[in-house]
C-alpha cells in the first residue's frame, strides 16, 4: 500500500470519526418527544360537542337525501305505470299517445329532481367539510398552543407529530431513537379543564327536576 492509499483511508477515517461524535453529541443535547395529534384531537374535552354536532348534522343530509331519492323513485316508478297503461289494447290512439306523453313529462320532472339531488348532495358535502376544516382546524391550534407550552416547560427541543404525514402522505417522523412518547401527559394537560362528569350530571338533573318545559 503506497503513502497516498493510506492518507486517503486515514482521512476518511477522521472524517466518519468527527460525524459520528457530532450526531452523538446532537442526540445526547437534544430532547425530543413525540405526540399524536389525531389522539389528542379524537380525545380533547372540548372535541367530543363538535363532533356530536357533525354527527346529527351528518345524520340530517343522509335523511334528506334519502327522502328525495325516495321522491325520485317513485316518479320513475309512476311514469313505467302510466308507460304501461299506453300499451293497453283497448285504449284509442289517442288515448295511449295522451298516456305516452305523460310518461314523458313525468320521467323529464325525474330526471330534473335527480340533477337537483346531485347537485344539493355535492353541495352539501363540501360544506360540511369546510365546516369540519375550520371548527377542527380551531381545537388544533388551541391543542398545539398547549403543545408548545408543554415543550417550552419541560425543556423539550423538538416534539413531533407522528400521526401526521408530508404532502408526499409520509410519516413527519419516521424514526425517533429514545423519543419520550408524551400524548399521555398532553391529555391530562389538555383536558385540565374539562368539566366534571359528576358535577355536570348533577346539574342536569336538577334541571330536569324544575319543572321547566
Same mark, same amino acid.
Given at each position: 500500500?503506497?503513502?497516498?492509499? /493510506?492518507?486517503? $483511508? $486515514? %482521512?476518511?477515517?477522521? *472524517?466518519?470519526?468527527?460525524?459520528? *461524535? *457530532? ?7 437534544? !430532547? ?13 374535552? !372540548? *372535541? %367530543? ?25 317513485? /316518479? ?19 288515448? !295511449? ?14 330526471? %330534473?329532481?335527480?340533477?337537483? &339531488?346531485?347537485?344539493?348532495?355535492? &353541495?352539501? !358535502? ?38 401526521? #404525514?408530508?404532502?408526499?402522505? $409520509?410519516? $413527519?417522523?419516521?424514526? %425517533?431513537?429514545?423519543?419520550? #412518547? /408524551? ?31
Amino acid at each position: 500500500m503506497n503513502v497516498k492509499n /493510506l492518507l486517503k $483511508i $486515514i %482521512a476518511v477515517f477522521f *472524517s466518519a470519526l468527527i460525524i459520528t *461524535s *457530532s450526531s452523538l453529541a446532537q442526540d445526547k443535547n437534544d !430532547k425530543i418527544g413525540t405526540v399524536n395529534m389525531q389522539q389528542l384531537l379524537a380525545q380533547f374535552h !372540548k *372535541s %367530543a360537542p363538535v363532533l356530536e354536532t357533525f354527527k346529527g348534522y351528518e345524520k340530517q343530509i343522509i335523511e334528506r337525501n334519502k327522502t328525495k331519492a325516495e321522491e325520485i323513485r317513485a /316518479l320513475m316508478d309512476e311514469a313505467a305505470k302510466t308507460q304501461k297503461r299506453a300499451e293497453t289494447p283497448s285504449f284509442a290512439r289517442e288515448k !295511449k299517445e295522451q298516456l305516452l306523453r305523460e310518461a314523458q313529462s313525468t320521467r323529464v320532472e325525474a330526471k %330534473a329532481r335527480e340533477d337537483a &339531488r346531485i347537485a344539493w348532495i355535492t &353541495r352539501k !358535502k363540501t360544506a360540511f367539510s369546510e365546516k369540519q376544516a375550520v371548527e377542527l382546524g380551531v381545537l388544533r391550534k388551541e391543542i398545539m398552543g398547549m403543545v408548545r407550552e408543554f415543550g417550552d416547560a419541560e425543556g423539550y427541543d423538538y416534539i413531533f407529530d407522528k400521526s401526521g #404525514s408530508s404532502g408526499a402522505s $409520509i410519516p $413527519i417522523l419516521a424514526y %425517533a431513537k429514545d423519543a419520550t #412518547s /408524551l400524548t399521555e401527559k398532553m391529555l391530562e394537560r389538555i383536558n385540565r379543564d374539562a368539566p366534571d362528569e359528576a358535577a355536570e350530571g348533577s346539574d342536569q338533573g336538577k334541571s330536569k327536576g324544575s319543572g321547566e318545559e
